[in-house]
């Protein structure tokens, strides 16, 4: 089992900055890639940013790239999502998870973008 805690988010006027934090307990040696997805109201759930733990290799939504950045901690138990250049379309419930099919996620964390 593994646990994970997000935080950070909140309300920011448009291209201002946040920087998400999600925290891994447990189980978490287990799994190399950690992410991050958001879905906004009435909309589907969107993959952001990912990282593998092996290689340190990122990957990045369309929407999102150039803008927001995904690194983590050297005990590999931290993910954080940098987020730049925020738009009123990024406003979300952000959430990280991990596992062989992102089989784990946190309660997620609002970001709202105002205008």
């Known amino acids: 089992q593994v646990q994970l805690t997000e935080s950070g988010g909140g309300l920011v006027q448009a291209g201002g900055s946040l920087r998400l934090s999600c925290v891994a307990s447990?189980?978490?040696?287990?799994?190399?890639?950690m992410g991050w997805f958001r879905q906004a109201l009435g909309k589907e759930r969107e993959f952001v940013a990912g990282?593998?733990?092996?290689?340190?290799?990122?990957f990045y939504g369309r929407s999102v790239e150039g803008r927001f950045t995904i690194s983590g901690d050297d005990a590999k138990t931290t993910v954080y999502l940098q987020m730049n250049g925020l738009k009123p379309e990024d406003t979300a419930v952000y959430y990280c998870?991990?596992?062989?099919?992102?089989?784990?996620w946190g309660q997620g964390i609002q970001v709202t973008v105002s205008s």
């Open positions: 990282i593998n733990w092996m290689d340190a290799s990122t």
């Open positions: 998870a991990t596992g062989a099919r992102y089989d784990y």
């Open positions: 447990g189980r978490t040696y287990d799994y190399y890639v």
